[in-house]
């Protein structure tokens, strides 16, 4: 621009012009004109499209699973039952906060079952992607990033087992029944079902699951049963021959193996039966049973017992989502992922009740609502013993594998829950 008007007041400093002089004073002048028109229109249009819509509001939850590590069986089946939420929840209007509509939109993150890259993508969740709240199991995997979620005041939902909830915890909600809870609840069962009866633990080797064995020992002594002890091995192991071979050699009639994943369960009871033993399988926890199934095989399933899996859902949510979860799986039947389904929707109703999005208001609005979900009514508890109201309350069942079908076989609240 500044070129233009210098050539304009060079050619008008003089007296006398040429024609041909004349002609590039009215050239440039016509250039002059078109380019500050430009300008003016340019700026117009921009102004326009900052009155008009800036597009539809959103919030943003990350969901971060084990979608290609050795619990990806388990994660991608949790991320279909957040996708089948997410769409019902915007279908049904979204949420509305002070007057306003949003669209509620997930963001998957894969932690592969390793602490240091669930906490590499809970960053970019965090800092990038400006996540109001996180979907994540298991303990591990939250703890690698809690701190820093608590910091920027992100709430995290998860689906954890083990570990301390509540007053030292409060940006973790717990969807999923705590391994103390199940294990209590399907040991008391054992204790009437097989009195006296031999049990001996087959875990994986950290930390979740010397917490885990330690309560079972509780528990069994509790309910008359003889412990035999218990067997660690690695997570990638995949030949349990040797394992089982030191294991069976006690003569267990019951062999607990809470908190492995479906594959690594069905390589278990596969080869155990292989080397002949006739007992039970009991676990603590939701599997995946029909992975372990694929790999055994349902007769050598027979017998398991496990607590914390409905085999139906009482109530028309819970049928609508279980027909299309399982259309979308291939068949899967696993209820588990249900508990993303609930989880989710209490959250939508807190950021409605608290009419806010600061986190701290709707956590304190989710201690508060009450949910009609896939179970009946769902809603945290645990303030009497845990200090804030952070765990998911619910009825605990045990089903067995009965004819290649889960059958539900007892049902009871967990003791301590209010």
């Known amino acids: ?84 939420t997410v769409g019902d929840i915007n279908a ?4 509305t906060v002070g007057g306003d509509k949003y669209t509620l939109r997930a963001i998957n993150y894969d932690h592969q079952y390793d602490p240091g ?24 995997i939250i703890d690698a990033y809690y701190d820093l979620a608590a910091q920027q005041k992100v709430t995290i939902i998860g689906m954890v087992s083990t570990g301390e909830l509540g007053a030292k915890y409060p940006w973790l909600f717990n969807a999923f029944y705590r391994r103390a809870d199940m294990l209590a609840v399907l040991y008391d069962y054992l204790g009437q079902k097989q009195p006296g009866a031999k049990v001996s633990g087959a875990y994986y080797d950290d930390e979740e699951a010397y917490e885990t064995n330690t309560m079972r020992q509780q528990f069994a002594s509790k309910a008359g049963l003889q412990d035999l002890g218990s067997t660690y091995f690695a997570g990638d192991t995949t030949d349990f021959y040797p394992v089982l071979t030191t294991i069976l050699a006690k003569k267990p009639e019951i062999i607990d193996i809470s908190g492995v994943t479906g594959e690594t369960l069905g390589l278990l009871v596969k080869q155990a ?41 009482p109530t028309a949510v819970g049928k609508s989502f279980m027909t299309r979860y399982s259309a979308a799986t291939g068949g899967d039947q696993s209820p588990w992922p249900a508990y993303w389904y609930d ?24 201690e508060t609502i009450a949910y009609e979900g896939t179970k009946g009514t769902i ?17 605990v069942p045990v089903i067995e594998v009965k004819g290649g079908k889960r059958v539900q076989v007892y049902l009871a609240v967990p003791k301590g829950a209010k």
């Open 1 to 84: 621009m500044r070129f233009i008007y210098r050539k304009i007041l060079v050619l008008q400093a003089g007296s006398y012009r040429t024609k041909k002089e004349e002609s590039k004073v009215k050239g440039f002048r016509k250039l002059l004109v078109g380019l500050l028109l430009g300008l003016v229109l340019a700026a117009l249009l921009a102004g326009a499209a900052g009155c008009g819509p800036s597009g539809p509001k959103e919030i943003v939850v990350a969901d971060i699973e084990d979608l290609s590590g050795p619990g990806a069986g388990w994660g991608k089946l949790g991320k279909v039952a957040v996708d089948i």
């Open 92 to 95: 049904a209007g979204g949420i």
């Open 117 to 140: 890259i669930g906490a590499t993508v809970a960053r970019k969740a965090i800092y990038d992607d400006k996540v109001k709240a996180i979907l994540s199991w298991d303990r591990p």
């Open 273 to 313: 039966r292989e080397l002949g033993y006739k007992g039970a399988f009991a676990y603590a926890g939701t599997p995946g049973l029909d992975e372990a199934a694929g790999i055994a095989g349902w007769n050598a399933l027979e017998g398991y017992l496990g607590a914390g899996e409905f085999t139906e859902f």
């Open 343 to 366: 989880s989710l929707w209490l959250l939508k109703l807190a950021f409605e009740k608290a009419n806010s999005l600061d986190m701290e208001k709707v956590n304190k609005a989710m």
């Open 379 to 395: 809603r945290y508890g645990g303030e009497a013993t845990m200090g804030l109201s952070r765990q998911m309350i619910e009825q």
